[in-house]
């Protein structure tokens, strides 16, 4: 279960859920080298993953559909209260990405034959907005998306 690729509904938008990030790159066709943002379903996985700031703390406890990158280039996002976090808790920390090729729209024909499993709850997919991408250092917050 640990290296299988999932097509899932995440808190955001539909995409690939994986703990390899050589399987994401071959479904999306990227090139290496790009990051990704690590999924957590819970703050006390971050401590193993990376130190926060003091000061952001409480911000990074209480956002939602947020994600953060650190002054070590770690970006991740913690998944709270969502169907999403049912894949998150069996396995702990992954990566995640948007489920199309690179620099293309979804497609689910595409997708679906690319992925290992997928994940689907009664209601469809829903294709919303990505989430909020904010820079972290000890100094300022700058929002790149």
């Known amino acids: 279960m640990k290296n299988l690729l999932f097509l899932t509904q995440t808190d955001t938008t539909i995409g690939f859920v994986s703990t390899d990030i050589k399987r994401i790159d071959e479904a999306k066709q990227?090139?290496?080298?790009?990051?990704?943002?690590k999924t957590l379903s819970s703050l006390s996985y971050l401590k193993a993953y990376s130190r926060v700031p003091n000061q952001h703390k409480n911000?990074?406890?209480?956002?939602?559909?947020?994600?953060?990158?650190?002054?070590?280039?770690?970006?991740?996002?913690?998944?709270?209260?969502?169907?999403?976090?049912?894949?998150?808790?069996?396995?702990?920390?992954?990566?995640?990405?948007?489920?199309?090729?690179?620099?293309?729209?979804?497609?689910?024909?595409?997708c679906e034959m690319v992925c290992d499993v997928v994940v689907s709850?009664?209601?469809?997919?829903?294709?919303?907005?990505?989430?909020?991408?904010?820079?972290?250092?000890?100094?300022?917050?700058?929002?790149?998306?």
């Open 30 to 37: 990227r090139l290496d080298g790009k990051y990704y943002i």
């Open 59 to 110: 911000r990074i406890r209480r956002a939602k559909k947020t994600t953060f990158i650190l002054k070590n280039s770690r970006s991740f996002r913690v998944i709270k209260d969502t169907r999403h976090n049912l894949l998150l808790d069996r396995l702990g920390l992954a990566y995640s990405s948007s489920a199309n090729k690179s620099g293309e729209h979804f497609d689910k024909t595409y």
């Open 121 to 145: 709850f009664p209601q469809n997919f829903n294709i919303e907005p990505p989430s909020k991408i904010l820079r972290l250092s000890h100094n300022f917050i700058k929002k790149i998306r």
